[in-house]
């Protein structure tokens, strides 16, 4: 009995991850059902079956392939395969997959499905970085926040690319900060497979991984700085980056099958500059036959460059700008997490800054953290909280860290009871938000968060369905629809028709508040939506004009 008991106790964290981590998948799986495809799905379904199913990867450019492969798979194992519909676009060409056979809610759960792996693998990730460093207590603790957090719960159960950036940053940091302590040759492959893998999740990786690199080896230098300064130690650390820097370019290069195209045909630009600088015979003899590697990475990064140069239709606070704001993502933080996380983050970061640690690696995730919000600060693209999921394994540490900090720093019966009631009311905030993770504000934000934000934090055409099966239940036959989606509305949606901005209608009228708030549709301002369809629908009934009937009828 002893012996059995002895087990437990050495045994109780893993048996609380892997329960943690369960109900954190079961919250996921059921949300399924709820809700048709959101605004990017099919496109990265498109994406993933056409590298699947043929030897292309020209639908869309800009999505590495690593999430979009993980989406594709079960669909591609339960039958469905590529259409090609040429000219018409990656969301048409998502949308046949999905209707092929007639299972589409079968289809949009096989490809969510695909995205559990990543959730799984970060949660995992998290708790042996923090163990590493700190108690079994916070480890344990900051995957039950981690595991609940509606941002990650609602990115988790998309078929989309952003919970598998975020397992494979928070991969890449454990990497990182394992080989600044103990740098060997094979901990840099392992490094650099995890930042190729980064970089086939999600092309901002591109800006992530530069920044965590630079600030955990300057860290790692002003905490060792007897060690740290040595040549051997400078050498040594050269070489393991030469090694990490080539195994992530071989994995991207994979990613892409081993892809070459000509510099000539990939970039007549650049054959003109070297023909300027070399003259046309040198040049073409040098580097006709050069061939780039990747084309499609490449040609990607550069059309997102691009599109944040351009911005996109930003709504914040009432106003619609084609700039991103410095504000956003820091009002996003605000009022999408929790509060009682918000709290105890707070109490993390000053213990990040005030309190005394251990191990050099225990003050990293609250600094980290900030460098990754600094890093999206300047994008012109406001169009979600999703952009910044890698840093949310962070957040966790960091508010599982203030929570023992306040109960070390006041003692007694009364801090654990504040502590308590703290994760207390985050579980209850959880649970309260199920289904409607992605539409989840706390109560900073009140009754009417679309005030604040819409597309992307409380809009992703994720409601369809459910005003779909309203319309039936009330068998309305007919409805002007605005819809903020990419969705098939003519298969899959209720009979409607388009609804203009500016040009008032009678009847039945759906409208998305994706599409509500950055168009003009002042002229619904002075009616009442009936109800309110999800979170993210309005549906308004407006009434017919009073007829208006000649005197001389009337005698």
Known sequence: MYGALKRLRAHWPLAAVVLLVAIGVARIASTYGVFWQTYDESAHLAGGMEWLDTPNHTLDDRPPPLAEIAVAVGPYLDGRRSTPFQGLGVWREGNEILAQGGHYERTVALARAGVLPFFILSAFLLWLWTRSFSSEFVAVLAVAIYTSLPIVLAHAGLATTDMALAAMITAYLVALVGTADAPSTWRAVVLGACAGLALLAKLSALVFLPACTVLVLAYFVLTHRQSAWTASWLLRGVQLACVALGIAVLVVWAGYRFSTTPLAAFS??????????????????????????????????RELIADNAAGRNNYFFGAVSHHGRLSYFPVAILVKTPIAVLLLTAAGLAAAVGGKVRNWQA?????????????????????GLRHLLPMF??????????????????????????????????????????????AYFNEIAGSHPERIIVKGDLDWGQDLKRLTELLRRARIDSVALAYYGTADVASLGPPSYVLGEKRPVTGWVAISLGARFPSDYSWLDRYTPVTTVGKSIWLYHVPEPPRVVAAGLLR
Do not use: K
Not at 281 to 293: E, G, I, T, Y
Not at 363 to 383: G, M, T, W
Not at 396 to 419: K, N, P
């Open 363 to 383: 003050r990293l995730p609250a600094l980290l953290s900030v460098a990754l919000l600094v890093c999206v600060l300047p994008s012109n693209i406001n169009i």
């Open 393 to 438: 394994p962070l957040v966790a540490i960091v508010a599982a860290a203030g929570a023992q900090w306040l109960m070390e720093r006041r003692g007694g019966t009364r801090s654990m009871v504040a502590v308590g009631a703290l994760v207390a009311w985050f579980a209850a905030s959880s649970a309260r938000a199920h289904p409607d993770y992605l």
């Open 268 to 301: 007549p630009r650049a054959m003109g500059v070297l023909q300027q600088l070399f003259g046309a015979d040198l040049a073409n003899a040098a580097f006709a036959r050069m061939r780039v590697p990747a084309p499609a990475f490449i040609a990607g990064l």
